[in-house]
């Protein structure tokens, strides 16, 4: 398309249709709050740029070619299409919207997470709809394209063109059959190499709980692995196998199926679980509406609002696409 146009200005066609309906200029001058000399500049401007008279004064007042009045019903439109593109942004209602929000988890958020932000929005909002999408490669594009609202978890790859928000931070426990044979309210580190083990095979959090055991020589034997969270707590309550898993889901798993938590003896590093949303729908009443929700549900009074840069800045605002997020 040419870029090449001669636009008129919003504020001419305003004087226009006000010109048309007082069929003053004067009149017409004193409702845009403007000087009669100002508006007669415009109007001269205005026969020049349209090759017409437009108005031509009349005993009955100044009254307007057959030129305008083809066009008004083009410049009322204009008009109106600017004033609502001028407008703010409708307020989100909750209690009467019936959107659907796509939320990126972990399993384990399926578990700790996902519960209680579903009940509470129930609540608050019970026409809208929750999907929770498990964490996959084209993550980063989705949240781009507005396909998905937020993603919750550790997510590291999500950087350029994305802010995050630290919900809580978790270190990690140790879980076990409340009858092990060998193992009783404590879990040595010696006992922990001894064990036989079920791991999570997939997300970063585990990438952390295996350097973790390279930097401090520990060798585990992994007799059981896993894709998730969902269905370990099962596992560990029928066998003597030990898990090693972040706190909240841990202790989730525990009280469900009745497990012992130990404090685990290995240093593994803590880490800081998140929301994320694209820069595109930082704005978005509904979109933050949702993560205030998240933030008042889920995030320690301890933790910032905002992190790790300054609170009102994504880290960049071109979108990362050098290597998509793996299973969290």
């Known amino acids: ?18 010109l048309y309906r007082s069929r003053s200029v004067t009149r017409a001058a004193e409702q845009m709050g403007l000087s009669q000399p100002t508006v007669s500049v415009w109007l001269s401007q205005l026969r020049a740029s349209l090759g017409d008279p437009l108005f031509v004064r009349t005993t009955d007042g100044m009254q307007a070619t057959p030129r305008v009045e083809a066009m008004l019903d083009t410049l009322r439109g204009v008009l109106e299409g600017l004033r609502r593109l001028s407008e703010p942004a409708t307020a989100f209602e909750p209690a009467r919207s019936k959107r659907e929000f796509r939320i990126f988890m972990t399993d384990a958020s399926h578990i700790t997470l996902l519960p209680r932000l579903f009940t509470h929005v129930h609540a608050q909002a019970p026409g809208v709809r929750l999907e929770a999408a498990p964490i996959r490669p084209g993550l980063l594009q989705a949240m781009e394209n507005g396909e998905a609202d937020l993603a919750l978890g550790l997510l590291p790859d999500l950087e350029s063109g994305f802010f ?5 931070e978790q270190d990690w426990v140790c879980l076990a059959n409340a009858r092990h ?4 309210g404590r879990l040595s580190r010696a006992a922990y190499a001894r064990e036989a083990h079920a791991g999570v095979v997939a997300g970063t959090g585990q990438v952390l709980l295996e350097e973790a055991l390279k930097r401090t020589r520990v060798e585990r034997e992994v007799k059981l692995k896993v894709p998730g969270f969902l269905g370990l707590s099962t596992i560990l309550a029928t ?9 909240q889901i841990g202790e989730t798993l525990a009280q469900n ?6 404090a685990c003896p ?3 590093p803590r880490f800081t679980v998140k929301q994320h949303w694209h820069a595109r729908f930082h704005h978005d009443p509904a979109n933050r509406w949702l993560r205030g929700v998240c933030a008042a549900l889920f995030m320690a009074a301890s933790t910032q609002a905002l992190a790790p840069s300054s609170p009102a800045r994504p880290r960049s605002s071109v979108p990362t696409r050098s290597r998509p997020p793996s299973n969290r």
Request: glycine letters at 4%; hydrophobic letters at 50%; aromatic letters at 4%.
């Open 181 to 184: 044979p060998r193992i009783q």
């Open 1 to 18: 398309m040419s870029t090449d146009l001669n636009l008129l200005d919003p504020k001419h066609l305003v004087f226009l249709d006000l």
């Open 257 to 262: 199926s009745g497990l012992q938590v130990l």
């Open 266 to 268: 290995i240093a593994i």
């Open 164 to 168: 995050q928000q630290a919900l809580f």
């Open 239 to 247: 066998t003597d196998l030990i898990g090693t898993l972040p706190r």
